[in-house]
């Protein structure tokens, strides 16, 4: 596609519930990357993939969080028993897999947990 | 270990008068630096990137930044600042995995 696409853009759940979030990166990019932004803040790395390589789980805050992502498509985020904590924006980005260049992001996922 | 601080958690400056936000990174190796604006309910958008050579690179919009290896700085610049640059302002360190600032918001004065 042309840019960067998240679904749902937002998603309110209840505490404890298990959620899943979408990114569909731009076509040919080989790199995918999710971040978390709570409110007022920066950005927090998640996790990160590279072709067919072994992800990069080094961010992911705690064994609730888990992301899957199939070759160089679509890569899903799963949030399990979700805690208020969890509420922030969570954002995916792309690239073509280089290091020269910096990211695609997509709008986000607002995700609440009430 | 890669981190970056921004000092600087909001500002606000008069439209046209000029901006300067202050990013200092801590990095191992030459580092890649990168800022990007974030504009409300929009999503992040790379203004510029550094990686080697000219330490001052133009980005878009017309912002400008110089990387100083002795201060570890990457500050973004702007001459003169329109209405439409009220936004927040990332810096980040690194690749593949980047790692971000806590941003500054920018608030322009009429």
């Known amino acids: 596609g042309a840019g960067v696409s998240q679904s749902p853009s937002n998603k309110v759940t209840e505490k404890g519930k298990d959620v899943e979030l979408r990114c569909d990166p731009i076509?040919?990019?080989?790199?995918l990357y999710w971040y978390r932004q709570r409110l007022g803040q920066g950005l927090e790395f998640l996790i990160y993939?590279?072709?067919?390589?072994?992800?990069?789980k080094s961010g992911l805050p705690s064994d609730r969080f888990s992301a899957e992502r199939t070759g160089e498509s679509v890569s899903t985020l799963t949030i399990q028993r979700t805690q208020q904590e969890d509420s922030a924006v969570y954002l995916c980005?792309?690239?073509?897999?280089?290091?020269?260049?910096?990211?695609?992001f997509g709008s986000g996922t607002r995700l609440t947990v009430v | 270990a890669q981190s970056v601080t921004q000092p600087d958690i909001h500002i606000t400056v008069s439209e046209g008068a000029s901006l300067e936000l202050r990013c200092n990174y801590s990095?191992?190796?030459?580092?890649?630096l990168f800022w990007y604006v974030q504009s409300p309910g929009q999503g992040l958008q790379l203004l510029l990137k550094?990686?080697?050579?000219?330490?001052l690179v133009q980005g878009i919009k017309g912002f400008e930044a110089e990387f100083k290896r002795s201060q570890s700085s990457f500050n973004l610049r702007k001459p003169s600042v329109h209405w439409s640059d009220a936004a927040e302002y990332f810096c980040?360190?690194?690749?593949?995995?980047?790692?971000f600032g806590a941003g500054t918001r920018l608030t322009v004065k009429p």
């Open positions: 980005a792309s690239s073509p897999g280089t290091d020269l260049y910096g990211y695609t």
């Open positions: 990095y191992g190796a030459t580092p890649y």
């Open positions: 076509s040919g990019h080989t790199a």
């Open positions: 993939f590279q072709g067919n390589s072994a992800p990069d």
């Open positions: 980040a360190v690194g690749t593949p995995n980047m790692r």
């Open positions: 550094y990686f080697s050579g000219d330490t």
